[in-house]
């Protein structure tokens, strides 16, 4: 028998539930890699986690580490011995390094060679050493000691199974005896478990009330979940982490619906609904129009004989909780939203940058000039932006800091604040992170980027510039989230005069100098890798930020149209046209004529190049102004032709220099006309 | 027996269907006329009007005018006789006036006084020249004659029933002699109808299978054709204008169901329901999302013992007519859309400015100028304007002139174009009239904007001013379009330069001199009006006018502010100070300091003054730039104080030259604060 299956398995007290799955996946990616340095094949691997338990099964494990040969080549057999045939120093050296006498060494080829047969070991006697490596760099961020032991694990163990094949590994680790005996369910099966073989591990625990595979706990509660709710003609609201943790709570799940007094649903149900899954780590359930229903599913951990028990405790566990929140929820309506800005003016945004109620008065005025530019609705933008911080000082937001901007919401709309009002509460802290959903509203996108401009435009402004990891304030999350407010949602904001705006609400707090341009490039380099990451070639984006359009969307429609110009088959020759130039007008050093005179011209592909340059500026200038950018491009490829025939026809260097100047005033109107668009000489 | 009902029937060949309700109405007003300034009281009357029959019934009507005594005052009885008794100029002319004889005139009071009883005339006598001249006064465009008589009418007469009381007028109107004998329902009743009395006329007439009233008629149709329809799971179309048409073409109306074939519905349903209404006055059904039904109710004048005739016969009238409208439709879409601007190359505009086809081309640059500014997709709103004109050269705009805009929406969508491009075509009309429906996409309004500010600059640039009431390429209409889409839509658009843009666009077909502030200025007078309506005080218009707001949804927002702003208690104040400011600079002549200077001042009220308006000035500005502009006026309401004790304690005009130009710098800045929202000197 050259292989057989092993299994470890360590019995805990309870394990760090949020922990679990990331502790067994490790705990088998370390023994995987301990058996690999040790060369000990095997077919296949399992994890298994559950409260109290990791264990790792490895099927058809070699019984035995192959024989290895070593072969190790040295110095020339010239310079291994002297002319006595005595070895040299490189010859005594190598047979050191070898570990063998110099007469072990072979010297027939025509370099000093080594061969040995290492045969390999037993695995019954490595594994004790590969369990404890892999327990020991499970990533645990604080260990604890128990009684007076000086091991240390993540919790106290309490017992240890090691099997191979059918006999046990004799060995200890963590305080633990290695044996057969396995423990079961805690109330189900609360004596120990007699584990037959590995391959019997699972089936074993099953009869004795525990489901180890965290996989099929997993879907088995997410099938039930889902079954419940629909007898409820609801849908349970299941986010992947919150199942992850039930998971790792439960040995035996038995999922039960529970109900809630209807007069709780008067509460805002995001309150509820955050209570209920952090707090007691239940399932909610949503009616078919996303309406709370004042039902939950909890996960109880035994199959119990009296479920209407286990339902009436955990209906009388959640209820104080409901009543805080419906506490919180009246209390903070004895006042108006605005009311609340009162308390933040002694609330401290940043201490150079005054306090959070500052912050909301120079939002709301950053606000309206916002929405003025983009179609908004300034007096509703303005209010929308005093409102924004007052939910930051209610009890609910105190308590639940997730109800942050829904708090303000569902106050607002209690106080008759317009919709849209209401909504920007909520819709200023979108996108709540990459690929997150955008403010639905004009008023709401007005006071996301004010916000975040206004964050960005005071952090700079007192020299706290993100470098490397460290960005505190999130300053490239708040870039990008304005990047794509303005690019996705089609608003056209002049980006400089908004930064310009926002730096003068700032007065004296902030040093002005060189910083409207230090915000305004920051951000558009954040559009360098959106680009990349939509497949735009750099090039492409560094072209149209040569000339620095200030709207994101102005600029974006440019990259749209060069991208697509890019695929003209004239585009490679223009932009290498355009290079050409770029170089010659940059050494032309103030020769350029102030105007293109014809009487200069000497050759018919001048006359050419001139004429073909006036009909394009005619056509692409109104173009270019109406933004039809592929359009205006088109119109310019048609000047490939008489450019390249120019360049082969005619030298621009003329020895008359008032020739010469005509010529670089005809390339430089040429290069104005692309520049209305990007500068297209970067994409050779 | 002193008043007794009066009824006068004239019978006609069938009257003009769309005049008969104002015909019968205006009948009705003429003898109420001429009952009224014959001094004819009557307790009530009405109007019945048929096609074959125009009747009015005068209820209580006086058999008698009642006696009337004239009072006549002449000069003084001093003044009327001479020293000897007799009777002066004065005296004679006085008696000659009254008709007599100066011994007939009253002498015993301080006036000549001459009084007489004119006794009244028997009704019956006039009755003939009342109902004649109502006849007379008729609105008939045109009227004719018939046979070899020299009578005109609107039709040739028939008959006439004049009854007063129980007994016929005894008179000859329009070739017919008065009598009785009414006629019944020309195939139910080929007889005469004997009218017993006046108010027995309608129930005479209904037992002859006329119902006379036209009301009666109108909604015994209406609820009828509304059964019908709910019968057939519709709802049907119901113009009130093809409901009064319809009304006026039936004696006795029986509305039935008809059908077409299904296939027909392929056809763009505004083509079918134009067609059958329009030239087969049918009412349309519709089903519940609005999807024409292949049914449609006729409304026949007789009630056959066989409907299925009478529905056969419609069936069979319709089917050519909608035959048409499925030709045009297939053959139009054998060819793209946006070919048939090739015909439109060949269609003159206006002479001077090009073909239909360089207008889309104009239209399509300018529409995507447009769309950029005001958040809309720039290559779209092009690609409207280039189709904007193609569906004038279809058949199916030949044929059906009201289905312009609408087949291009079909004939785009067919070809694939974007739903917002397609909408754009029909949305470009819009809007159609006063009150009318505004585009609903942002492509469709900039098509609207750019085609109509397209002919604005293109007439006027060809001098083409409408003058009046002449005004043929309706651009008031166009003008005051452009308004409400920006208005209404909150569409903000700086109009100065998209007009510079379109005149661009002419090239050299208009002249430029001084066009560009003509058709601004024109677009803007139209928003007077607009306001009048509203019941904003001219003045606040004016006192926004002055300070050229260049885009109408600012202009609107100022004027919100200033209306609201007139409300405050300080306006009156501050607007007579703004009006005293004003007119004191004006008299400046350059006398006024470049920068205010505080060593000049020699008043507290001067310092608080310039303190309040720096502070005022550090407020107003953001507030301003972020449109804010109530907000900003409510700060400028707080100068009130200072400037009153400004005016109060110090003489603007003092004698040392500095300190007056100091004062005159002051002022100055303080109407500049004003004037950066309105300029409200003209409130006053």
Redesign the interface.
Known sequence: MSAQDFLVELGTEELPPKALKTLGDAFLAGIEKGLKSAGLSYSGSRVYAAPRRLAVVIDQLAVQQPDRSVNMDGPPVQAAFDADGNPTQAALGFAKKCGVDISAIDRSGPKLKFSQSIPGQPAVGLLAGIVTSSLNDLPIPKRMRWGARKEEFVRPTQWLVMLFGDEVVDCEILAQKAGRESRGHRFHHPDSVRISSPANYLEDLRSAYVLADFAERRSLISKRVDTLAAEQKGSAIVPPALLDEVTALVEWPVPLVCSFEERFLAVPQEALITTMQDNQKYFCLLDANGKLLPRFITVANVESKDPAQIISGNEKVVRPRLTDAEFFFKQDKKQKLDSFNARLANVVFQAQLGSVFDKAERVS??A??I?????G???RA?RAGLLSKCDLATEMVGEFPEMQGIAGYYYALNDGEPEDVALALNEQYMPRGAGAELPSTLTGSAVAIADKLDTLVGIFGIGMLPTGSKDPYALRRAALGILRILIEK???LDLAATIT?AI??FGAKVKNDGLASLVQDFIFDRLRARYEDEGVDVAVYQAVRAVNPVSPLDFD?RVQAVQAFRALPEAEALAAANKRVSNLLSKADGNVAAGIEAHYFDSPSEFSLNAAIQQADHAVQ??A????Y??ALAQLAGLREPVDAFFAAVMVNAEDPSVRANRYALLAKLRSLFLGVADISLLG
């Open positions: 005025l950053l309206a000039f929405a003025a530019r983009i179609g609705d300034s007096p303005a089609k608003l056209d705006f003068e609400q429609q109104p173009l102004q109406a933004r039809l592929s359009e």
